[in-house]
């Protein structure tokens, strides 16, 4: 088994830097620029790229400009999912974004890390475990989700939080390190406004 399938799988792996091939790297980088250079008309043409970039693509699957990830092979998605501006996924092991995920500005998803030894970090050995997020979760603006952990259906992680262990489902979750604030509830259901009418 070679590195490109070691870091398609679910189990976590230690590597150094020159043991993966910059090659690996290149098309991903290719079509994220590519992304980036859209018009906000052309959505055909991004559902195109979204398409050859990821790995698993759901044809509802939305993001907004500026877009980075390091693979995009090793990215899943499984249903409607919006990922807003300046997102970045450090793919190095699987990401898996299930239905109806909603991602705001400046989010980080990172599997990868880096060897806590001094030496061995200098050396570029590096790790990397996998991301899942699971169906209905949220992601506040500027959250940090670290690898190795996966996110319940139906969570909200606040913004600005860095989740370094799982959070399980139906709970809002916040702060650094990331904790359990509290379940979400039916008294957190929304009333929606009534509609304005508009004078003739």
């Known amino acids: 088994m070679d590195i490109a399938d070691i870091m398609k799988t679910q189990t976590p792996y230690c590597s150094q830097h020159g043991q993966i091939p910059q090659e690996l790297q290149l098309k991903a980088k290719t079509l994220c620029w590519q992304y980036n250079q859209t018009s906000p008309a052309e959505s055909a043409k991004r559902g ?6 990821l790995g698993t693509c759901h044809p509802l699957t939305f993001i907004e400009p500026s877009f980075r990830c390091d693979y995009g092979f090793n990215i899943h998605t499984s249903g ?9 996924i450090l793919d190095t092991s699987p990401v898996h974004i299930g239905a109806g995920v909603l991602i705001a500005p400046g989010v980080c998803l990172a599997c990868s890390g880096h060897a806590l030894d001094p030496l061995q970090r200098a050396e570029g050995i590096g790790t990397s475990k996998p991301i899942t997020l699971e169906d209905r979760v949220w992601i506040g603006a500027n959250a940090t989700i670290c690898g190795g952990v996966t996110i319940g259906a139906g969570s ?9 262990k799982d959070i399980p489902a139906g709970v809002v979750a916040a702060g650094n390190p990331c904790r359990v604030l509290r379940p979400i509830t039916k ?11 508009q004078e003739p």
Not at 80 to 88: A, G, L, S
């Open 80 to 88: 409607m999912v919006f990922i807003n501006y300046n997102c970045v």
């Open 156 to 164: 909200v992680i606040g913004a600005g939080s860095v989740v370094t």
């Open 48 to 53: 195109e790229i979204l398409q050859q970039l």
């Open 187 to 197: 008294k957190d259901r929304v009333t929606l406004t009534s509609t304005i009418k």
